[in-house]
Structure formats: C-alpha cells, structure tokens
C-alpha cells in the first residue's frame, strides 16, 4: 500500500518563532488533508489540499502532487498549536495516515 | 451543523460485556467511517459506510459489529472485548465516497477494556 512519511517526528518551539512541516507519498493520491490532533483527542481539519497553496490565518500548506509532498507552515506559533499534526493521503478507496509530528510551543 | 457528535466520551466496559458506540452527523453526508486510535499512533482505518453499506471491512475481528440505521447515524457494537482493543475510537463522515471532499472528525470515544 501506500507509505506516508512526516517529518521531523518531534518539534520544540519558543513562542512566536515559525516551523514546516513536511508529508512525502510514496504514490499517487486523490486528495491529502492535513489535521491538528489537540491532546483531547479531537481531530481538527486544517487543509483539504490536493495540490496548490492554501493559506487560513497564521498556517498554510502547499501540496506538490506530481513530487509526491506537502508542506504545512505554522507562523508564529502559539501555545494552543501544540499537539500532533497528521496529513492522510487518499487514494483507491482508503486513507492512509503518517505516523505524525508532535509539536510543542514552550511560552 | 457541522459536527461529528460521539457518544460516550468515555467507557470503561469488561470482557463479557456488550456496549454500543453512538456516531451521529446532520452535514448530508453520505459516507461515514470508524477508526480506531493507539497512544501516539495515527488512526487506522475499520469500516466504511457509503450510503448506509457497508463498503469497507479492514480485516476487524467479530468482536466489532458496525451498524448503520440511517444516514446520519453510525453505531459500533462491542461484544467480548480484550483488554489491547482499549484504545480511542473515532468516527468521521464525508460528502463524497473515500475522501473526495475531506473528512470530518468526531472527538472521539476512549474505551478501556478491564
């Protein structure tokens, strides 16, 4: 099936600074979304972005799709980002999630 | 409406018991999901409904027993369960079939299985 990889897996961050996060496919997909996990569990959709740059306040994304990758840019990270962010790809009838990138924003 | 609600948030259940689990959305859509989650894994995939069928089976034991009465509601039934199936269970729908238009996610039941 399908291989999604995240990076970096882990993330630390002061207040205020800005981070990429990145999400390589390792085949074609219909659609790729990107979502915020809180550490209450909820999944949070951040991006529906099959391909081309979407922006919604201090985050974006840009997906690639003929280079198999998307990026999610955070600027000035505030505390609530903290959490897991997930992209899932979408493709002959199933979702595949990456294992994730925990990030944490130290005040 | 643009929710997923779950019901319960938590559920505490043994290994003899039988409890149901309650997904319900009132957005139109037509296909609805169940996944379940580990501590610090991503979600995996269990069934898929499209237009109230059962579409996609990921291989889960008959402990699991989805249900779906209508469109706007999904239920996972639980019957002799084992203590590794404690996990969170999360259920989702989308407009379209398998992802065209996104999912929307639930915030989830957590079970735990003594």
């Known amino acids: 099936g399908i291989q999604v990889e995240q990076s970096p897996p882990d993330l630390i961050l002061q207040e205020g600074a800005n981070s990429t996060l990145r999400c390589n496919f390792s085949d074609s997909v219909n659609n790729l979304q990107w979502f915020h996990q809180n550490p209450w569990g909820q999944l949070i959709n951040l991006f529906y972005?099959?391909?081309g740059t979407k922006q919604n306040g201090r985050l974006s994304a840009t997906t690639v799709a003929t280079e198999r990758y998307s990026l999610l840019y955070i600027s000035s990270s505030q505390t609530t980002d903290s959490g897991v962010y997930f992209c899932?790809?979408?493709?002959?009838?199933?979702?595949?999630f990456g294992d994730g990138t925990t990030l944490t924003v130290k005040p | 409406d643009t929710e997923v609600t779950q019901t319960p948030k938590h559920l505490v259940m043994g290994m003899t018991n039988k409890k149901s689990l309650k997904c319900e959305q009132h957005m139109g859509h037509r296909a609805m999901y169940w996944y379940k989650q580990k501590a610090k894994k991503p979600p995996e995939l269990m069934f898929v409904y499209s237009y109230e069928k059962l579409s996609i089976n990921e291989s889960v034991p008959s402990r699991f027993s989805p249900e779906c009465p209508n469109s706007s509601l999904l239920n996972l039934h639980l019957h002799a369960l084992q203590p590794e199936d404690s996990a969170l269970y999360l259920c989702?729908?989308?407009?379209?079939?398998?992802?065209?238009?996104?999912?929307?996610f639930g915030s989830g039941t957590r079970l735990t299985v003594v």
């Open positions: 972005i099959p391909s």
């Open positions: 899932a790809v979408y493709n002959a009838g199933k979702s595949t």
């Open positions: 989702a729908s989308s407009q379209g079939f398998v992802g065209v238009d996104g999912y929307t």
